[in-house]
């Protein structure tokens, strides 16, 4: 069985890896929930970054379980993409299901893929 982890290598680490995405996003998905920024990466494989705000979401379970599903989300749909992108969350998601999360994300993914594929940053 393929190896199913989102490795380190498929997330962005340093605070500069962030501010590169930020500064010089080609494509952006908005929805009310959160936003997902994008630009096209050197590399043959998609990078995560997830911003979930003390603000918007008070307890650490609950932003946990958010992390976890984007992370999930992203395995599964955008991972063989060349892009750096950058998830973050808008308003609490604590009070919605995991079910209704991973139905949301995996819209938003398929949203982002639409649109770099109109402006032919990814394959497909």
């Known amino acids: 069985m393929p190896d199913q982890r989102l490795r380190a290598c498929h997330r962005l ?6 501010r590169q ?4 996003t080609e494509v952006r998905v908005a929805h009310p929930d959160y936003l997902l920024l994008a630009k096209c ?6 990078r995560l970054g997830v911003i979930v705000g003390k603000r918007h ?10 992390k976890r599903l984007v992370r999930e989300t992203f ?5 063989s993409e060349s ?7 808008r308003s609490d998601l604590s009070g919605i299901s995991k079910k209704e999360l991973t139905r949301l994300f995996e819209d938003g993914w ?4 639409n649109k770099c ?8």
Request: no cysteine; net charge positive; glycine share 6%.
């Open 110 to 113: 398929k949203r982002l893929k």
């Open 83 to 89: 892009l750096d992108i950058l998830f973050v969350v």
């Open 13 to 18: 680490h340093a605070s500069d890896e962030f």
């Open 117 to 124: 594929s109109k402006f032919g940053k990814v394959s497909g």
């Open 41 to 46: 990466n050197l590399v043959d494989y998609g």
């Open 57 to 66: 979401i008070t307890k650490a379970s609950a932003r946990n379980v958010i």
């Open 21 to 24: 995405v930020f500064k010089n």
């Open 75 to 79: 395995r599964k749909n955008i991972r």
